[in-house]
C-alpha cells in the first residue's frame, strides 16, 4: 500500500506540475489561427486518402461510414426530449448526425453531407437548453457542435457559423463556469466526458470567445488527471472496459484536440497507467467476443475507434486487433446506434497502415492488473478466464469480488448480467447510487453477491468497504491467480482465498474457507445461459452447440449441484431471460476449513 501512496503523490506531483504550467501558457499565441484545427490535420487526410486505395480495411471503414452518412439525409430531427432525468441520448445521436456527414463532406466535397450536418447543429442550437442538470448531456452536446463548426467552418454560412458557436458558448462553456461542478476533478468518466467534451466546444470557438474558451480548457487540463490516475498502475480501468471505452474515448479526443489545435497535450499522454491501457482493453475481450464485463458494464462488445488513436500514439498496432476483426461485419450491421459507434468516422483518421493487418494472437498470455478494482484474465487456445478482486465501494461498482468469467471460443459459459437500466430504476424511486452497507443499491439483485459467480454466506451481502486483491500464487505461477476475499467476507468467515488457473483443457477455481467461531452456511454458484444436465456432483453445459463438463469437488463432502433461479427477489428485478445459476450449498461448521474445487473441461 505505501508503494501506491507513493507512485500516487508522484503523479499528484506532476500534476501541480502541469497545473502551474498551463496557468503560464497562453493559448492564443499556441491556437491554430485556422479551421480544422481539431483532430482533422492535412497529412491525416493525405494518409486516409491513400490508405482507402490500398487497404481493404480502411476502404471497408470508409464505405460504412459513407453509407451511415447518406442513412441520415432523410431522418427527421433530433428531439429536444429528455428520457428521464437525461438529454444523454439526443446529445450522443446528435453527435452521430455531425460526424458522419462531416466526415464525408470533407473526403467527397458533396453539398448535401454538408446541409446534413449543417441542418443537425442548428437543430441542436436550438434546444432551450443542454440539460445542464445532468452535465454529461451538456459535455456530449458540445463536442457534437464543436467538432461539426471546426471541420465546416469555412463551408458554412456566416449566419449559421454564429448560431452553433453562441450555441457552444450559451449553452455549454458557460454553465460549465457557473458555480462549483462536482465532475470537474472527479477521478471517474464525468470528468473525463465533461472536460473532453467541453474543451472541444471551446476550441472551436475560441476565436469568438478568447476568454471564456482559453478558461475552459485550462481548467479542463488541469482538472483531467485525476481521471487518468485511475489507469495505474497499468492501464486497467476500474468501472470495467464498458465505461472504459466512454471514459477513455473522450479522454483520447481531449488529448488528441489539444495536440492538434495547440501543438501540446501538457504531457498528459506520458502518464504511466494511460500509455498502458490499451492492453488493459485488448485482453478485455473473450473468445466468446464478449468483454470480461464488471461493476455497472455490460458484455456487449461494438468497434472502438479510440484503440486506433493509442495504438498509434503508443506504437501498439496490435491493440487494434479486436477492431480489425469486426471490419468484415461492417456490410451486414448498422454500427451508429450504439454507445460509441458516435464516433466512428475518427478511426478512419487515426487508423495507420500497421493497425489495419491481422494481429490475431494465438499464444498463452496473461494480464493483471492493480489499483482498486484489480483483476487477472488468461487466454489459451481452449479457454479466456477472468478474474476479478476490488471493493463494491469502487464508482460503478458492484458486489462481484471474486467473480470470473469463462469462455471457449464462441460460447460464454459463465456470465456477469451487467448493470440495471437506470432509467427503469430511478423511474421507480429506487436509489441506485446509495452505495452504503445498507443503501437500496445493493437490494438490486444484478447488483449484489447474489447474481454474481463468487460465495454467498449466511444469504448476507458482501462487505462495502471490503478489498480484495488479486496476484499470482506464487512468483513463478503461469495462468494462475488468486485473490483473497477475507475483507470482503469479513464478520462472515474468517479467511476467504479464491483461486483461478488454466490447465491444459481444464479450468479450476480453488477456493479455501475457514468459518471462525460461527457455523456458516455457504453457497457456491455461477450464471449461466447454458443449457444444463445434472448428475450428482458432475453436470454437463451446452450452447451453440458445444459442451462443457463441469464437476463440484471437496475434501470433506459432497457437493450436491443445484439449478437456481436468476430472478431477483424483487418486483423492480430484471427477468434475466435464459439466464440460470449452477451451484451448490453447505454447511461449514465453526472452526471448521474447507477446500473447494470447480473444474470446467472442454472436450
Known sequence: MSA??????????????????????????????????????KQRQER???????????????????????????????????IGRRLLSKSRETIERVLYPALCYRITGQKRFLESAEAAMLNAAGFKSWNPSHFLDVGEMSCALGFGLDWLYNDLPEDSRKIIADAIIEKGLKPSL???????????????????GLTIGALAVYERAPEIAGEVVKRAVKNIPPSMEVYEPNGSYPEGPGYWKYGTSYNVIFLDALQTAL???????????????????????????????????????????????????????????????????????????????????????????DMLKNHSNTSENEYFSKGINPIAIFRTKHFYLGLKGGTPSANHAHMDAGSFVLDTEGVRWVADLGSQSYH??????????????NGQRWTIFRLNNYSHNTLVVDGKLQRVKGF????????????????????????????????????????????????????????????????????????????????????AISDSFVPKLE???????REYDAENKGAKMLGFKFELKSGEKAQLKAVFTKN
Not at 506520458?270 to 464485463?293: D, I, P
Not at 430511478?426 to 452497507?437: D, M, P, V
Not at 439449478?563 to 427477489?569: E, L, M, N, Q, V
Request: proline share 3%; with cysteine; hydrophobic share 35%.
Open 263 to 353: 501543438g501540446t497535450d501538457f504531457g498528459l499522454s506520458e502518464m504511466e497507467g494511460f500509455s498502458k491501457t490499451g492492453e488493459f482493453y485488448s485482453f478485455a475481450t473473450g473468445l466468446s467476443g464478449r468483454y470480461f464485463n464488471y461493476s455497472d458494464g455490460g458484455s456487449g462488445r461494438n468497434f472502438t475507434p479510440a484503440a486506433f488513436w493509442l495504438a498509434g500514439r503508443y506504437d501498439k498496432p496490435s491493440w487494434t486487433a479486436h477492431e480489425i476483426d469486426e471490419i468484415a461485419h461492417f456490410a451486414k450491421g448498422d454500427f451508429s446506434g450504439t454507445p460509441h459507434g458516435r464516433f466512428f468516422p475518427l478511426s478512419l483518421l487515426w487508423a495507420e497502415e
Open 424 to 437: 427503469g430504476l430511478e423511474k421507480r424511486g429506487i436509489k441506485l447510487w446509495q452505495g452504503s452497507q
Open 178 to 196: 457557473k458555480g462549483k461542478h462536482w465532475w470537474a476533478r472527479a477521478n471517474m468518466n464525468w470528468n473525463q466526458v465533461c472536460n473532453g
Open 468 to 551: 480484495a486483491s488479486v496476484g499470482k500464487p506464487s512468483p513463478n505461477s503461469r495462468l494462475a491467480a488468486q485473490t483473497d476475499l477475507s475483507e470482503i467476507y469479513e464478520g462472515q468467515l474468517k479467511s476467504a482465498i479464491r483461486k483461478a488457473e488454466l490447465v491444459g483443457r481444464n479450468a479450476v477455481i480453488k477456493d479455501s474457507l475457514s468459518a471462525g467461531d460461527k457455523d456458516r452456511t455457504v453457497r457456491w454458484a455461477f450464471m449461466t445461459k447454458a443449457d444444463i444436465e445434472i448428475s450428482g456432483s458432475s453436470a454437463i453445459l451446452k450452447r451453440k452447440g458445444q459442451e462443457l463438463k463441469f464437476k
Open 4 to 41: 501506491l501512496r507513493l507512485a500516487a503523490a508522484a503523479v499528484l506531483i506532476c500534476s501541480f506540475a502541469q497545473a502551474g504550467a498551463v496557468d503560464d501558457f497562453s493559448i492564443s499565441e499556441k491556437i491554430k489561427k485556422s479551421h480544422p484545427r481539431i483532430t482533422w490535420t
Open 48 to 82: 486516409l486518402n491513400e490508405l482507402r486505395g490500398k487497404s481493404k480495411e480502411l476502404s471497408a471503414m470508409y464505405h460504412g461510414a459513407l453509407r451511415q452518412a447518406e442513412n441520415m439525409l432523410d431522418l427527421s430531427p433530433v428531439e429536444e426530449k429528455k
Open 563 to 569: 439449478i437456481y433461479s436468476a430472478k431477483g427477489p
